[in-house]
């Protein structure tokens, strides 16, 4: 089967992510689209496994296997966690709803570390572009003040929201360079802090619920295996055939 083909027949869930999603789409935004694929387990019994991710089919797609969608998410990685809560949703299947009613397992005071450490990679890079060309890419600017704004709220409430809400405008005039980088640069100071300061009174568990997402990993495995059953009784023909034909 080819990797096209999984993410064609046995997407569980997609969506839109991006400025889209967070709502700081202008008119010459992209459409990024994401989504989580389940693989038949019969294709684990071959040497050659499933991806563990596709691009495509089709431009700005890319789609993540659902157990290696699983590992990032309990990870806390942001660009994963996020694609669970992204208000646009353009298809989902029973095995998929389950996924999303997980999204409290995943979440944890871990993304602190996460969130955080992603971020402060990002502003390296910013920091870099500063000294060689006089200015930081400001798109990228913009979407590391979204992304500390979404750290410091999701450590404050427990729930991840990505909408910027208000801040659209504000963050608006960042990406169009309209606001002195050393202004940005006091924000992101104070939006890291805010959310170090919410971490020590946040209401996240220490860590993910691990075991309540092996559970779900497990059970849609195995339901995918007994809809291979005639498969399996091939299978067991053969090999009762061998064990005989050893007398």
């Excluded at 008119?27 to 019969?42: E, I, K």
């Excluded at 029973?94 to 997980?102: C, K, N, Q, S, V």
Aim: glycine share 8%; proline share 6%.
């Amino acid at each position: 089967m080819r990797p096209q083909d999984l993410v064609r027949d046995h997407t569980i869930y997609a969506c839109v992510m991006g400025s889209r999603a967070f709502g700081l789409a202008t008119d010459a935004s992209d459409t990024d689209r994401r989504g989580v694929f389940l693989a038949p387990t019969p294709l684990y019994w071959r040497f050659e496994k499933p991806p563990t991710h596709v691009e495509g089919p089709g431009e700005e797609r890319f789609s993540w296997e659902l157990e290696r969608f699983c590992e990032l998410a309990l990870r806390g990685n942001p660009n994963i966690l996020e694609c669970l809560h992204s208000p646009l949703v353009e298809r989902v299947d029973d095995t998929g709803r389950e996924l999303l009613a997980l999204r409290g397992a995943f979440l944890s005071r871990q993304a602190h570390d996460t969130f955080t450490g992603y971020a402060l990679g990002q502003r390296k890079r910013l920091d870099a572009d500063v000294r060689t060309t006089g200015a930081p890419r400001w798109k990228h600017a913009m979407h590391l003040l979204r992304l500390l704004m979404s750290a410091r709220d999701l450590l404050r409430t427990g729930e991840l929201g990505i909408g910027v809400g208000g801040q659209r405008e504000p963050l608006l005039e960042v990406k169009r360079g309209e606001v002195p980088w050393e202004r940005v640069e006091a924000w992101m100071v104070r939006l890291a802090a805010e959310a170090e300061e919410a971490l020590r009174g946040s209401p996240l568990p220490p860590e993910p619920d691990h075991a309540r997402v092996a559970a779900f990993l497990h059970r849609v495995r195995r339901a995918s295996a007994l809809q291979a059953e005639p498969d399996h009784e091939v299978v067991q023909g053969v090999v009762d055939a061998g064990r005989f034909g050893q007398g």
